[in-house]
């Protein structure tokens, strides 16, 4: 199973998402996402991805898994994953449009479930809410955009 980040970034309010601009989910709103190397730590993927696709250096000492998310594609076993869940709110980098990503901020009230992955809905009010020690499986379908069955965890 490859491992991989997402970082839930938030300040002053506001929800940090970004939509990518290539490849695969391109122009799907989704939290900072990436998957590890081979023999790299998740912490180390996050340090390394942070500098070479937005432009920041971020520290290890602050990095803590908070929440996990395991996601099983049907038709592309090689895509599943399991999802390393980070909150970012103590941070003083300046997030900016890159190759990579086209930035935006939105209010906690008017998130665009809409525009984002179907499994958003089910974890990130909770994630939002605080709560720790999340844990959800997700089974998406053959297109790998909608959601066949899931489970919560914790």
């Known amino acids: 199973m490859k491992q991989t980040t997402l970082w839930i970034i938030l300040k002053d309010g506001k929800i940090f998402l970004w939509e990518k601009k290539r490849w695969f989910a391109k122009w799907v709103l989704n939290g ?89 809905i089910y974890w990130l009010p909770r994630v939002l809410a605080w709560e720790r020690g999340i844990e959800y499986k997700f089974w998406f379908d053959k297109d790998n955009w909608k959601i066949i069955k899931q489970e919560q965890i914790k």
């Open 32 to 120: 900072i996402w990436w998957k590890t190397e081979e023999n790299e730590s998740i912490k180390d993927c996050m340090i390394r991805e942070a500098y070479e696709e937005i432009w920041i250096t971020i520290e290890k000492t602050n990095l803590e898994v908070i929440w996990i998310l395991h996601f099983e594609f049907s038709d592309f076993p090689d895509w599943n994953q399991d999802v390393n869940v980070f909150m970012i709110n103590d941070y003083s980098w300046e997030i900016v449009e890159t190759e990579e990503i086209k930035p935006f901020w939105f209010d906690l009230n008017d998130i665009p479930y809409d525009k984002m992955w179907a499994d958003d």
